[in-house]
Structure formats: structure tokens, C-alpha cells
């Protein structure tokens, strides 16, 4: 079946410009999380949504960073006035319920300019 | 979630097997011991995970001593596909914490 999809794959953007990244999780997947990745650095977890909960935002670096999850499926990664630091693989995963396997994506590749 | 501590990075020739070892100490006695591989330029992608007793699949064994202190993942035939950072993580049963915490990782070379 279809797994995590993220789009865009890659995006360069200038700094100080809004970025969006899109997951889309896998069909039934009550949980889902973003990461981020910096080059030659470990993944970094940014945020948690689970169901109808109140998502765990606990690893946004500033609040220039947001996410939503629409409808329990979709979710969008908002980078506000992009910096440079910013410039990282961010990868989504989703699992069927919290703690269960989490499957990734294929990560987009943002470079701030 | 406790630390595991694993080697920096590993060579294997391929079609031989692999053991990659993993410590963790301080695992709690609800603590799952999960394996994940990210191969380059991909996401993470789940491997293998136990608790007490070895378990096998289709990718891989996982071998937990006694203790718990300790494991070690073994791919039994490596092939050059299996060059990845493979992750040793810690993931409890209970608590708040929903995310994977990923260390460093040991990154496997497969020689032809």
C-alpha cells in the first residue's frame, strides 16, 4: 500500500520568506510526527499529533515554526521568515496508534538561501 | 527514554553476516529495544524491535542478553543495499514522551 508521502521533495527559498511542507500519512495512521535532520546530524523530533488530542509541541526550535494536522490526516509544517539554520531534511513519520512502528517519509530537502 | 551507546561505525564484506552491537545500561524494565536504518538519502525505516526474548524477521535477528543491558542486531547476509546508519533506540511503554529519540547511530559499510 501507499506509505508516507511528503511534498515538496525539495524547496529552496530565500531567507526571511514563509516555507509550507505537506505530509500525507498513511490512510488510518492516528499518529503522526515531524523531524528534522540537519546535514551530518541525528534526527531532531519537532512535533506529535495524535488523534483529536492537543499535539505535544515540545521540540519546535522558535515560534516561527507550526504545524496543523487537518481532519486527522494531512498535516502542514509552516516555516515562518525562513533562516538560514533552518536549512535541514524535515521528515514526517505516522504509526497506527502512539508507540506503535513509526513509518517515514521520503523527507523534504529545504535550503535557505 | 534511556541512552543506548552505540560504535561510531562498522565494515562487513558482503554476503557475510553483521552483528551490530548496542548498550543500554540504564534500560527500565518496560523499556522496547527497536532497531531502525536510514540509508542514505531515504527516512528512517523500522528494522526490528523486542523486549526480553530474540526475535527474527524477514530483515533481520535481534539478540537481547540476558540483562537486557545489551543487544545486538544481526543481518545475516549483508548486501551492499544494507549500507545504512542503523539506530539502537529505547522506547518505553509508558510516559509522555511519544517520539523516537535517535542517537547517532553506527554507520555500516558493505564491502564488495
Known amino acids: 500500500g501507499a506509505g508516507v508521502s511528503q511534498s515538496p521533495s525539495n524547496k529552496v527559498t530565500e531567507k526571511g520568506k514563509d516555507v509550507e511542507l505537506r505530509c500525507d500519512p498513511i490512510?488510518?495512521?492516528?499518529?503522526l510526527y515531524w523531524y528534522r535532520q540537519s546535514l551530518g546530524q541525528g534526527l531532531e523530533f519537532l512535533i506529535y499529533f495524535q488523534g483529536n488530542s492537543a499535539p505535544d509541541k515540545s521540540g519546535l526550535p522558535s515560534d516561527r515554526f507550526s504545524a496543523e494536522r487537518t481532519g486527522g490526516s494531512v498535516s502542514t509544517l509552516t516555516i515562518q521568515r525562513t533562516q538560514q539554520e533552518d536549512s535541514a531534511v524535515y521528515l514526517c513519520?505516522?504509526?497506527?496508534?502512539?508507540?506503535?512502528?513509526?513509518?517515514f517519509g521520503p523527507g523534504t530537502r529545504l535550503l535557505v538561501l | 527514554d534511556a541512552k543506548t551507546t552505540q560504535p561510531n561505525s562498522m565494515e562487513s564484506n558482503e554476503e557475510e553476516p553483521v552483528h551490530l552491537p548496542c548498550n543500554h545500561s540504564t534500560i527500565s524494565g518496560t523499556d522496547y529495544i527497536h532497531w531502525y536504518r536510514q540509508l542514505p538519502s531515504q527516512g528512517p525505516e523500522y528494522v526490528i524491535h523486542?523486549?526480553?526474548s530474540n526475535v527474527n524477521n524477514r530483515m533481520a535477528s535481534l539478540a537481547i542478553a540476558e540483562d537486557r543491558k545489551s543487544s545486538t542486531l544481526i543481518l545475516h547476509r549483508a548486501t551492499l543495499r544494507d549500507a545504512a546508519v542503523y539506530y539502537c533506540i529505547l522506547r518505553g511503554s509508558s510516559g509522555s514522551a511519544r517520539q523516537l529519540t535517535f542517537g547517532s547511530g553506527t554507520q555500516l559499510t558493505v564491502l564488495p
Open positions: 490512510s488510518g495512521h492516528t499518529a
Open positions: 513519520a505516522s504509526s497506527l496508534e502512539s508507540r506503535e512502528t513509526q513509518y
Open positions: 523486542g523486549l526480553t
